[in-house]
């Protein structure tokens, strides 16, 4: 799946190529004109040399109008780059301390029971990737019993939790791009994907995940 970047990319590769063979042209025939004023002013043929001054100052006019419009190309190019750049930068940054929270995690995971860690991580997955204002009654008990221990063995607020939660999410976007999808979207996108090489391995099991995930969230489950 083609990212917003790559295809504006290819849109302004496509003006680019668009531009290339009439701005060619443009400037080769400008200066077969100079070549024909210079030889009508040495033959003295002036009626010629005011024609070609005609002919000059249209091509001229044409030749800036194109050269406008490949500026405007180079400016948007340069936009685009600047824009990547920034994301990169952010992209980085993001698996740097991606990784530390994940350490922090397994840490974190040490310290309360399973069904609490399991549940609260669901809750506050949830919470910050759609953006919920609250748990519901039923998670708030899991993750009250994770913020007593994040705050009595790391010294750590739950809002603070939350927010490193977030910023691995945020990792994850910057990483594997677009959006979070959906259960539905994410295997549309697998059906349409032709595996190579190694990754062909890696169909069956995928196909498995949604499979699993969408009897495990389903109402009846």
């Known amino acids: ?3 917003p970047e790559t295809l504006e990319f290819n849109g302004l590769t496509q003006q680019h190529t ?14 077969r004109l100079r070549e024909d004023l210079m030889g009508n002013v040495c ?19 044409h030749l800036y109008n194109l050269i406008g419009k490949q500026r405007n190309v180079n400016d948007d190019v340069l936009v685009l780059v600047k824009r990547l750049l920034v994301k990169l ?6 698996s740097k301390y991606r990784d530390w ?8 995971k040490a310290e309360v029971e399973w069904d609490v860690w399991s549940k609260s ?15 519901s009654e039923k998670e708030k008990g899991y993750v009250s019993k994770l913020e007593n221990v994040l705050k009595e ?17 945020k990792s994850n976007q910057e990483f594997h791009g677009g959006i979070q999808q959906s259960l539905r979207d994410a295997q549309k996108e697998l059906d349409n994907t032709s595996f190579h090489g190694i990754m062909a ?8 995940l949604f499979r699993s995930l969408k009897i495990y969230e389903s109402p009846n489950h």
């Open 1 to 3: 799946m083609e990212t």
């Open 18 to 31: 668009n531009l290339v063979n009439p701005l060619n042209t443009c400037i080769i025939e400008d200066e």
């Open 43 to 61: 033959e003295e043929k002036y009626n010629d040399c005011i024609q070609c001054l005609g002919k000059l100052g249209d091509s001229a006019k």
């Open 89 to 94: 930068e952010d992209k980085n940054a993001f």
């Open 101 to 108: 929270v994940t350490y922090f995690n397994k840490n974190l």
């Open 121 to 135: 991580q669901k809750a506050i997955f949830n919470k910050v990737t759609f953006e919920n204002v609250n748990y």
């Open 153 to 169: 063995v790391f010294s750590m607020s739950l809002e603070n939790y939350e927010l490193l939660i977030l910023l691995k999410y």
């Open 201 to 208: 391995f890696f169909k069956n099991p995928l196909y498995q």
